[in-house]
């Protein structure tokens, strides 16, 4: 079916115009998508998926592109973007939307002297994101603030509890049951400046380390016990280069696109990673990227 005839009861949707993932992806690379919504209100964003369902069309809800592959190939997939749904809600609970971003929300946090979000500190990711892939930093994880979850879920919007979204290190419920993340609930706590500040320099001062660059940021989940990023230097593979991608001299976690790279080329190296690992130590890496297709 054509993009026209594909599309044609879609004209009321906000959208963009053209969707490059080599521009919109952290690692800079990938193809094209046919279309992006980007709804601006919780009703558009129920209307849209609704309509989409009903039309049999797949599609991916995207954020920051900070943690996915994009294919060389572009996709046929809609893509649906939230980035405009980025209120904040401070009452008797902190309410917030998916769109927003995760350091809008830890400045927010601040200013209403709630700590407990330092540790999103410099992830680049949007809170749907995060919620998505359980993310965090120094050992700690956006379920330990979760209160609940409001998502999408065939043609109705539901109420997640902390215990429905089955968190686990780098896992949820939400990769499983193809519910849309909206916003959720957090439960934080009173603190005063001085300490949400110091508590915000210790998370940067982790994260200064990480390698500049286009990447994905980390590439695989640690193993138990283990370090991802240990084994592949203990591997001998940091600096190892497949065309354009490249594993970091600085954190060999993560995989650079040293320009000119194609997604061909990071999967062909993400596969050498772990045959090698598994090769010398007997241990079988898992992506926490996603594959975009």
């Given at each position: 079916?054509?993009?026209?005839?594909?599309?044609?009861?879609?004209?009321?949707?906000?959208?963009?115009?053209?969707?490059?993932?080599?521009?919109?992806?952290?690692?800079?690379?990938?193809?094209?998508?046919?279309?992006?919504?980007?709804?601006?209100s919780?009703t558009?964003?129920?209307?849209?998926?609704?309509?989409?369902?009903?039309?049999?069309?797949?599609?991916?809800?995207?954020?920051?592109?900070?943690?996915v592959?994009?294919?060389?190939?572009?996709?046929?997939?809609?893509?649906?973007?939230?980035?405009?749904l980025?209120?904040?809600?401070?009452s008797?609970?902190?309410?917030?939307?998916?769109?927003?971003?995760?350091?809008?929300?830890?400045?927010?946090?601040?200013?209403?002297?709630l700590?407990?979000?330092?540790?999103?500190?410099g992830?680049?990711?949007?809170?749907?994101?995060?919620?998505?892939?359980?993310?965090?930093?120094?050992?700690?994880?956006?379920?330990?603030i979760?209160?609940?979850?409001?998502?999408?879920?065939?043609?109705?919007?539901t109420?997640?509890?902390?215990?429905?979204?089955?968190?686990?290190?780098?896992?949820?419920?939400?990769?499983?049951?193809?519910?849309?993340?909206?916003g959720?609930?957090?439960?934080?706590?009173?603190?005063?400046?001085?300490?949400?500040?110091?508590?915000?320099?210790?998370?940067?001062?982790?994260?200064?380390?990480?390698?500049?660059?286009?990447?994905?940021g980390?590439?695989?989940?640690?193993?138990?016990?283990?370090?991802?990023?240990?084994?592949?230097?203990?591997?001998?593979?940091?600096?190892?280069?497949?065309?354009?991608?490249?594993?970091?001299?600085?954190?060999?976690?993560?995989?650079?696109?040293?320009?000119?790279?194609?997604?061909?080329?990071?999967k062909?190296?993400?596969?050498?990673?772990?045959?090698?690992?598994?090769?010398q130590?007997g241990?079988?890496?898992?992506?926490?990227?996603?594959?975009?297709?």
């Open positions: 079916m054509s993009f026209e005839n594909r599309f044609s009861a879609y004209q009321d949707f906000t959208k963009e115009d053209t969707f490059d993932f080599s521009k919109k992806s952290s690692i800079g690379l990938g193809g094209k998508a046919e279309i992006c919504f980007c709804p601006q919780l558009e964003l129920s209307a849209l998926l609704g309509m989409l369902e009903r039309d049999k069309i797949s599609y991916y809800v995207l954020g920051n592109l900070t943690n592959l994009p294919s060389d190939a572009g996709t046929r997939r809609a893509i649906v973007r939230l980035n405009n980025r209120e904040i809600i401070f008797e609970r902190v309410f917030a939307y998916a769109g927003v971003q995760a350091s809008a929300f830890v400045n927010a946090c601040r200013k209403s002297g700590s407990g979000a330092e540790f999103l500190c992830i680049p990711c949007t809170l749907g994101g995060a919620l998505f892939m359980n993310a965090g930093a120094g050992g700690r994880y956006i379920d330990s979760v209160d609940s979850v409001l998502v999408y879920r065939q043609g109705g919007l109420l997640y509890s902390k215990k429905d979204c089955q968190y686990a290190y780098k896992s949820s419920v939400f990769m499983q049951d193809g519910s849309v993340i909206v959720a609930h957090f439960a934080l706590n009173q603190a005063s400046l001085d300490e949400i500040e110091e508590r915000e320099e210790y998370y940067k001062e982790r994260r200064k380390h990480l390698p500049k660059g286009r990447s994905m980390c590439v695989f989940k640690n193993p138990e016990g283990l370090s991802a990023g240990e084994l592949i230097e203990k591997s001998g593979l940091k600096g190892l280069r497949l065309g354009g991608a490249y594993v970091s001299e600085e954190h060999a976690n993560f995989i650079i696109n040293g320009g000119g790279a194609t997604a061909s080329d990071v062909k190296l993400i596969q050498l990673i772990k045959n090698a690992v598994h090769a130590y241990v079988r890496l898992e992506e926490e990227i996603r594959y975009l297709t």
